[in-house]
């Protein structure tokens, strides 16, 4: 029930491009929802987060969708730009304050 | 202002000797974690500080991982001995809770390889 499962494992876009990344979760205690960013040789870095009073929070071009009901949130990046080239991971903190579960990672690769 | 801090960034050890990690977190952050990322996959917690007091040690192999935090800044992850299992890129972060929400900045990590 802790679990946060992400898709796609892997996603290649064009530049320009609006790459989606999908995550779902069980545990209804989850009150908040961030999507970290990873560049090779470097440690996770926060991008956007989401609480889930709310359907869907925009940051420059990243946007939260989350659907409360169905237990799902998805990131979008819009005119994807090679420099977004990274792995996304999503996350859930449930009651306890950073102890986030996070997902399986998806790597994205954004071509010129 | 200074990032998260670890080091070594790269440690080869053989089975069944120590290994030990250290991190500095941001000044003023509280909150200090140990995660473990093992290859593609996400980072899971080994455990959580609140100043000196670990709070959660719960997904701590305690039969062979210890850590400390002594006058809750600096910490220190420690294996003894390592097992093969034990090969993965070990990430210090530091938080400070703020309206609700919580930011955590991690440290580049140490990639340990157990051979």
């Known amino acids: 029930q802790q679990q946060v499962k992400q898709s796609p494992q892997s996603l290649i876009v064009q530049k320009g491009g609006i790459p989606i990344i999908n995550c779902a979760y069980e545990n209804t205690a989850f009150d908040y929802f961030p999507w970290y960013q990873q560049f090779p040789g470097k440690g996770p870095a926060l991008l956007i987060a989401?609480?889930?009073?709310?359907s869907e929070k925009k940051e420059g071009r990243f946007t939260i969708s989350f659907n409360k009901s169905a237990k799902q949130f998805s990131l979008h990046i819009m005119d994807s730009q090679p420099g977004d080239s990274a792995t996304y991971f999503c996350a859930a903190r449930g009651t306890s304050y950073g102890k986030l579960t996070f997902g399986q990672g998806t790597i994205l690769t954004v071509h010129p | 202002e200074a990032g998260v801090v670890q080091s070594p960034r790269y440690k080869i050890i053989e089975k069944k000797q120590p290994v030990a990690f250290w991190c500095n977190p941001i000044s003023g952050h509280n909150t200090l974690y140990w995660y473990r990322q093992n290859l593609g996959q996400g980072p899971e917690l080994l455990i959580r500080y609140e100043n000196e007091e670990a709070v959660d040690d719960s997904q701590l192999p305690k039969d062979r991982f210890s850590a400390e935090r002594l006058k809750g800044v600096d910490s220190t992850l420690k294996i003894q001995p390592a097992e093969l299992g034990d090969s993965a890129v070990y990430l210090c972060a530091s938080s400070q809770p703020y309206r609700g929400h919580e930011k955590l900045f991690f440290g580049s990590g140490t990639q340990l390889s157990v051979l």
């Open positions: 989401i609480r889930p009073d709310v």
